[in-house]
C-alpha cells in the first residue's frame, strides 16, 4: 500500500443555488486534490488527509465528508474551536469569494507536530502555499522542518505554490515564504500567470528554472488551456492540452490537475504521461459547476 497524504486547510463551502438560498459542502485547494485523488487512484492507494478541525457539529460533519469519501481523516481536534467558511456570490455569471477563517483550527494543525504520522519511503505529501499562508510562523517552521525529515527519509514531496496574497501581510512576505517552502520539495507544480504576475517571470522556462534551483527534481508549470511545460532531470518538454467541449466552472483545476498528476507518479505512469492524465481530469472538471464534480 502506497500512501498519498494532503496538508491543508478543508473550509465550509456555502455556494448560491437556483432558489436564492445557498447550499453547504466543503471545499478547500489540497482536500479537492484528496477528494479527486481517491476517485482516481487504485485500490493500492491510500489517500489521506491531515488538518486540525474543533469539537463541534461542523467538524464531525467534515470528518464524516472525509471519510465517507474513502479519505483517511488524519485530524488534530481542537477544543472549542471550529472550520473556516467561505460563502460564493455570483454576479453576472462571475463568481467572488467571502473568506472567514481566522478562528480556523486548522491554522493550529502543526502547533505540536514534530514529524508526518504513518509514512514509509516512497510515500507522497502534498502541500500548498495555501497550507503555510494560515499558519503562523512558528507553524510554518514546524511543518517545513517535518516535511523536511520525511523527504530525508525517503518520502517524495509534492508543493504547489498557489498563490493568495490576500492571505499573506505584503507580497515580499509571500514570496519569501513560497521560495523557502520550494526548497522542501521535490515536485513543483506552479501556475504560470500566479508565477508571472508576483515573480516577473519571463515565460515557463524562467519559472520552471526557478523551482528546479530550489532543488525540485520534477517541475510542472501549468498555463491554463495552454501547454504544459515539463522539467525533469532529463530535460525540458512541453505537453499540449486538449481544448474541453464547454467550460462552465475553473474551480479546482489546478488541484484535479495536481490529483491527476501525482497519482500518474505513484501507479507508475511516466512524468510526461501523468501530465496528460492531469490534463484529462482537469478537462472533465472545468466542464461542470463546483469545485468537488463527479468525473
Not at 75 to 94: C, H, N, Q, T, W
Not at 196 to 222: L, M, S, W
Request: proline share 4%.
Amino acid at each position: 500500500m502506497t500512501k498519498l497524504l494532503c496538508i491543508g486547510e478543508c473550509m465550509i463551502e456555502l455556494a448560491p443555488t437556483a432558489d436564492g438560498t445557498f447550499s453547504m459542502g466543503f471545499a478547500g485547494d489540497t482536500l479537492n486534490t484528496a477528494w479527486y485523488a481517491r476517485r482516481l487512484a487504485g485500490p493500492k492507494v491510500e489517500v489521506a488527509y491531515l488538518t486540525a478541525v474543533g469539537d463541534d457539529e461542523p467538524s464531525a460533519r467534515l470528518r464524516a465528508f472525509v471519510t465517507s469519501a474513502g479519505i483517511v481523516p488524519d485530524f488534530a481536534v481542537r477544543p472549542d474551536s471550529s472550520v473556516g467558511l467561505y460563502m460564493i456570490s455570483l454576479k453576472d455569471g462571475e463568481r467572488s469569494f467571502s473568506y472567514w477563517r481566522s478562528a480556523s483550527a486548522a491554522r493550529t494543525l502543526a502547533d505540536d507536530l514534530t514529524e508526518l504520522p504513518g509514512l514509509r519511503a516512497d510515500d507522497t505529501v502534498y502541500f500548498s502555499g495555501i497550507t503555510i499562508a494560515i499558519l503562523p510562523v512558528a507553524g510554518r517552521e514546524r511543518l517545513l522542518d517535518a516535511l523536511e525529515k520525511a523527504r530525508a527519509a525517503g518520502v517524495r514531496i509534492a508543493f504547489d505554490p498557489n498563490l493568495r496574497p490576500r492571505l499573506w501581510p505584503d507580497t515580499d512576505t509571500m514570496c519569501d515564504w513560497i521560495m523557502r517552502a520550494a526548497t522542501v520539495a521535490d515536485v513543483a507544480l506552479p501556475s504560470f500567470e500566479d508565477e508571472q504576475t508576483f515573480f516577473e517571470d519571463a515565460d515557463t522556462h524562467a519559472t520552471a528554472g526557478r523551482y528546479a534551483g530550489t532543488g525540485a527534481r520534477i517541475v510542472v508549470v501549468k498555463n491554463g488551456d495552454a501547454p504544459v511545460l515539463l522539467q525533469t532531470s532529463e530535460g525540458n518538454s512541453t505537453v499540449g492540452t486538449e481544448p474541453a467541449t464547454a467550460v462552465i466552472d475553473t474551480t479546482a483545476a489546478g488541484d484535479s490537475f495536481n490529483a491527476g498528476f501525482l497519482v500518474g507518479l505513484i501507479e507508475g505512469l511516466s512524468a510526461e504521461d501523468a501530465v496528460k492524465q492531469g490534463c484529462a481530469l482537469a478537462r472533465k472538471v472545468i466542464c461542470a459547476r463546483g469545485a468537488l464534480v463527479e468525473v
